[in-house]
């Protein structure tokens, strides 16, 4: 009886150690997860590739192209587990139009399962998107400028954005009014989200600041003619003329206001930080047009303690390499929106849902701190999905047909 009940003992122990064993080779540790092929994270990315507008959405369509030939060389990225996921970027064109970049979201949502939105080019169309994103509840970061986009933040729980809002260029074109004398001054503005939104920052910069404003006027961004607003402006007392606008648009009035004789100096937003503003105007009436944009322009003249300095030069460097033509401040919200999404994507694990991914990621931008980026350094939280400040802005004038960086000194 006694040696029976020994082995009974001996087999149940003997059962007891392979189920262990066949657990612990069940379980999945990071140990041995590291070095796996994990999920595949697909990014949507929507740009105004063509169509009105494309001279805004081809350099951030160039962007996206090089981060995905450094992802292919790379592998991917490596999440917190040591699991390597692939990375797709699906790039699409809306054509600078809601209509056409609806549909295009849905399907990136619905068929191919994004983990994200990049995107879009302009600020309409954004607008246009967040009753689909809300919805969706997938992380969207804008490459639009309006304040609208992400404001109030209550209702805009998904949608993220890069670029400068006028509230942290706005000021820099009434500071350097104010620096000049020019104390009555014109408000000039596209009819649409982006115009009316930078009008009302200049508003509130020019009251703080003790800036009258002695005109407003608007135009359409398809208009051709602006004759009778610079008629009006003409007529007015304002010692400068302050725009917010984008080519063509932009560059239409500047080109008319020249030729129609007014010599009052021109102090543009960051929409026209491009070269098509240049060459559409001509190089002949652009001269000496002032605006404020990113530190970009100013890459080599900033001090070495800089945080952005490093990563602006790399930058450059990478995109005149991949395109052989130097970027465009357009260009830098493309990067930084995918770079963005990448750190954070490398804080998830392996296994997750979509949902859960998505959910996630957003939470994951919403609290990313110091981020040195193209456009600034980025501190995201509930209150503010920009992250950015004046700080990460600097002033521009257009000389010789190119812009240089125009610090304070020099004013």
């Known amino acids: 009886?006694?040696?029976?009940?020994?082995?009974?003992?001996?087999?149940?122990v003997i059962v007891s150690l392979v189920l262990s064993m066949v657990g612990c080779q069940g379980k999945s540790t990071p140990s041995s997860k590291a070095g796996q092929q994990g999920t595949t994270y697909k990014i949507g990315f929507i740009a105004a590739i063509t169509g009105k507008a494309s001279f805004l959405g081809e350099p951030e369509r160039d962007v996206a192209v090089m981060l995905?030939?450094?992802l292919d060389e790379q592998g991917g990225i490596t999440g917190p587990d040591g699991v390597v996921h692939p990375v797709k970027i699906l790039i699409h064109d809306t054509e600078g139009s809601g209509d056409v970049a609806i549909p295009v979201v849905k399907k990136l949502i619905n068929d191919e399962q994004v983990v994200?939105?990049?995107?879009?080019?302009?600020?309409p169309v954004t607008m246009a998107l967040i009753p689909v994103i809300q919805e969706a509840e997938v992380p969207m970061i804008s490459m639009a400028s309006s304040s609208a986009i992400v404001e109030p933040v209550a209702e805009r729980k998904w949608i993220f954005k890069v670029a400068q809002s006028n509230k942290h260029t706005a000021p820099w074109q009434v500071r350097y009014a104010k620096a000049k004398g020019w104390t009555k001054v014109a408000n000039i503005y596209v009819n649409n989200a982006y115009g009316e939104d930078g009008a009302k920052a200049i508003r509130a910069a020019a009251k703080e600041a003790g800036v009258q404003i002695v005109l407003e006027e608007t135009f359409d961004a398809t208009d051709t003619d602006m004759t009778a607003q610079i008629t009006k402006i003409k007529a007015s007392d304002a010692q400068a003329v302050l725009v917010t606008a984008i080519p063509p648009a932009a560059a239409i009035f500047t080109?008319?206001?020249?030729?129609?004789?007014?010599?009052?100096?021109?102090?543009?937003?960051?929409?026209?930080?491009?070269?098509?503003?240049?060459?559409?105007?001509?190089?002949?009436?652009?001269?000496?047009?002032?605006f404020p944009m990113g530190k970009l322009v100013a890459a080599d003249a900033l001090p070495d303690d800089d945080p952005q300095k490093a990563v602006l030069q790399k930058f450059i460097k990478d995109y005149t390499s991949h395109t052989g033509k130097p970027p465009s401040t357009f260009a830098g919200h493309a990067w930084?929106?995918?770079?963005?999404i990448l750190q954070v994507l490398q804080t998830l694990p392996e296994g997750l849902s979509i949902e859960e991914q998505r959910a996630q990621l957003r939470d994951g931008i919403e609290n990313l701190k110091g981020f040195v980026g193209v456009d600034g350094v980025f501190n995201f939280s509930p209150e503010?999905?920009?992250?950015?400040?004046?700080?990460?802005?600097?002033l521009v004038r257009i000389t010789n047909g190119d812009w240089k960086y125009f610090p304070p000194e020099e004013w």
Do not use: C, W
């Not at 004789?261 to 240049?278: C, D, E, R, Y």
């Open 1 to 12: 009886m006694k040696r029976q009940l020994s082995s009974l003992f001996v087999f149940l």
């Open 68 to 70: 995905q030939k450094q």
């Open 116 to 123: 994200a939105i990049i995107g879009p080019t302009r600020s």
């Open 255 to 290: 080109k008319q206001y020249r030729e129609l004789g007014v010599s009052l100096p021109l102090i543009h937003n960051s929409g026209v930080a491009m070269k098509p503003f240049i060459d559409l105007a001509g190089a002949e009436n652009v001269e000496g047009v002032v």
């Open 336 to 340: 930084d929106s995918i770079q963005i």
């Open 384 to 394: 503010d999905h920009v992250g950015l400040s004046s700080d990460d802005v600097v």
